[in-house]
């Protein structure tokens, strides 16, 4: 839920203030009307953590000690919206400049009814639920961490954002991939031949990719999960690769990760649930210093993400050459780049282009993309907190540097 409480001084009859400040709701929330008078009621905690987030509408100066009662009884994300009228903005610059330092709080300045205001709420109220959403999310990691991705390890929770962890076997993936149904498997491989060209895949690799994105598909519903990665490389001694179920699962709105890159997978979930599209998780392969470009490539691109009227092909995978794995040519385009640190305590932000994709290069993974950074590749190489990158579609800088600031974390702005 979303409270909205407009804040008045006990100099104004509520019945005035009710008549020149309304707003339209949504289904998810409450909208309640808060005087400065000593006798005045001041708004419950709420229960089982309902609340998502509080929007303070400051009608009147002198409401300064009752924002700063509301906040700081309360741990929720805030939005003080102030407005041209009755000192509003007054209270809420003397109200912010206290509160700030310690609690999760933005000001923002607009005229009531505007269209700025409206976008000041929903972005808010976005962001509000998106961080409820990581405070009670399940993230599985089937196998631990791939021994190379040094970042991961010993993470065995994600700071104050407070998502879960859970540790899955790799062989519960497996034996439930042994007892998939064959039917939905067939019907899901004839899918994929539909859907992608095959190169030199045969058809029971791409039915044995059924299965598996199947089976993964199903420890994501058994174990209630919100988000997952998979320690993707034990299974090509199976002769298997996850790239295809990978792919799937995120085309699907399920944010999953390979190599059990842990920052990398909680990145995933946060850029999905954010911006409601599908994201990308790629190796840095190339840097041009000179064009300020790096080159992000792997095997397991969303097909909701590349382009429809270029081939998008199942190829095997590039390291190993077994199992399958997705070849396309994504969308041109702004794009953001992100990720968390292995804390979750700092977000890298990088606002890009993405200038090209495709190509047939042997040495890096199948799909492939150049993008050219706003700001310098060399600072987002030194300042980048590992190796995989999630890329999302758009920039997003706004609505990430609030997600930051509401969420206690550090952005680290590469513009």
Known sequence: MIQIAVLFSSLEKEADVRHRITFPLQPDMQLEYLSTAATAPRPAPAVNGACCGRV???????T?????DIITHNRQPVLLLANPVRNSLAAAMEAYAVLKKDHPVKLA??????????????????IARTLHHLRHARLGCIGPPSDWLLTSRGITDFGHLGTELVSIPVEDLLQRMRTEDTPPARELTREYRHHFSCRDVEAPAVEQAARLALALEALVADHRLDAVTVRCFDLLEHGLT?????????????????????PAALTLMTAERLTAQPAWMANPARLNVAANTVTLAHCTVPARMLEERRPMTIRPHMESGQGTALEGNLRKGFVTLLRFSSAADSLLIAPAELES???DDPDICRTRAMIRLEGSVLQWLEHSPGNHQIMIYGHHQDM?????????IRPVLIA
């Open 400 to 408: 990430l540097m609030d997600f930051c600031r509401l969420g206690r």
């Open 242 to 262: 996850a790239c295809l179920g990978v792919s799937r699962l995120n085309d699907a709105g399920i944010p999953t990760g390979c190599e059990g890159d842990l």
């Open 357 to 359: 994709s495709g190509g």
């Open 109 to 126: 300045y607009a005229e009531h009814g505007s269209a700025a205001e409206q976008a000041e709420i929903a972005r808010f109220a976005w």
């Open 64 to 68: 300064e000690e009752l924002i700063r």
């Open 56 to 62: 303070m509408v400051i009608a009147s100066g002198g």
